[in-house]
Nanobody, 115 residues
Framework: VQLQASGGGLVQAGGSLRLSCSASGSIFSINTMGWYRQAPGKQRELVAKVTRGGSATYADSVKGRFTASRDNGKPTVYLQMTSLKPEDTAVYYC??????????WGKGTLVTVSS
């Protein structure tokens, strides 16, 4: 599975951004799609993930502000980010968990939130 993410950039605190990640290759093997992020000096952490059925789970730090969704027909996963905070600044990575439990990662897209 190959992943191509887009949509990162610079935004002021309180603003919004939408990330997209398109999958190609062995798309029949895709189970969960989601997003992780890694801030400077910190470990990579889960932001949100969406099951095949569309059920989403979120990190506590983004609940109520971020919305993850997916289009199985494309297949693409989205992350709508609102009320952004400086602490949301990180490189965001698209992730796919395949049905054989393999993890696939996109290259990452930088999100910078200025105060």
């Amino acid at each position: 599975v190959q992943l191509q993410a887009s949509g990162g950039g610079l935004v002021q605190a309180g603003g919004s951004l939408r990330l997209s990640c398109s999958a190609s290759g062995s798309i029949f093997s895709i189970n969960t799609m989601g997003w992780y992020r890694q801030a400077p000096g910190k470990q990579r952490e889960l932001v949100a993930k969406v099951t095949r059925g569309g059920s989403a789970t979120y990190a506590d730090s983004v609940k109520g502000r971020f919305t993850a969704s997916r289009d199985n027909g494309k297949p693409t996963v989205y992350l709508q980010m609102t009320s952004l905070k400086p602490e949301d600044t990180a490189v965001y990575y698209c992730n796919v968990l395949a049905i054989d439990s393999r993890n696939y990662w996109g290259k990452g897209t930088l999100v910078t939130v200025s105060s």
